[in-house]
């Protein structure tokens, strides 16, 4: 059985292999100082030994960083004791990349950067960006050297995430696997899934165990990680070095908490998934009021709240919380509301217990993949792709 040990990204060493995956609207910096804060990846301790985990900021482009993007920039926002800054970007064209990676690493202290070839979502795919573009295989190396060659004098390690392929037909991770190792990346992510299938069904874990086999940089796994022996049994049935959490955690930082616990109990040692201590709806309601806070530290009280409305449903998801608390919930406008509406709530209601082990934010289903005319017909770029393929949706 493998035992699991830090994560070691070039000069970079993770203690807890375990990455926070970048997803839009959501890994902004108060929600990663929130999973940071339950995974002990943040304050004095995390700086002399390294984060406990790595905690992804929000998918940026790489020409709304070079153009000087407002909404772009007020993206690289991070936290006093957030000691790595770790960013995911995202770009078609490997000047555009390589001026990004430089302008991260000079300007805006980044430590790790990565790179996103999985957004699956039509708008992006349907001009050959996303989950489309490891097709061209000579363009992701153009992108995935330019990317390292600019990192390389600041130490920034620089690592990717894919999907599978495009569909089942149209596989593409062990050849993006190998053109990242050749690239001089610092470790691959893969999530078990082809675009074709969006988020729906179940990820493909042995595709995760093949790559790892067939490359000899760090491989990362993603896909149905929903509670922390989830990703104790990817790492034993796949020999991944480390797990991406993306849908998991929302509403629950407290994952981080326990894939911690899991994982520094597993290194050097078989892997085992610790105990849960699930919370009680009012230590829920703790979490709830704190999330708030933090946004409201980043952009006022106001907008800040709003802000958190969009995580209610997930935090409350299971609870039986009635439908006029929940609706309230999704208006407040401050903290004072915000109390009110959490003081209704029974704080000793235990956690559902239903809810865990279950998917959780989109799932969808499957659909044919947008292409540009002809993109399948060659492995090889005919002509520069449009600027307009570069889009900042996430997803991966």
Known sequence: MPVTQPLRLGDLQVPVPVVLAPMAG?????????CAEHGGGAGPRAADSGPAGLYVCEMITSRGIVEGDRTSLSMLTFADDESVRSVQLYGIDPVYIGKAVEILCADHGVAHVDLNFGCPVPKVTRKGGGAALPWKATLLGEILTAAVEAAEPYGVPVTMKTRKGIDDDHLTYLDAGHIAEDAGCAAIALHGRTAAQHYSGSADWSAIGELKAAVGIPVLGNGD??????????????????VVVGRGCLGRPWLFRDLAESFRQAQG????????????????STIMRRHAVLLGDWLGEERGCVEFRKHVAWYLKGFRAGPSVRSRLGTVSSYAALDALLDELDPSEPYPVDQLGTPRGRQGSPRKVVLPDGWLGSRELAAPLSADAEDATSGG
């Open 26 to 34: 959501v890994t902004n910096v108060a929600f990663r100082q929130l």
């Open 225 to 242: 990680i929903w509670e922390a022996a989830d990703a104790i049994r990817m790492v034993e049935e796949t020999g991944c070095d480390g």
């Open 269 to 284: 040692s078989v892997l085992e998934p610790v105990e849960r201590t699930l919370p009680t709806l009012g230590e829920v």
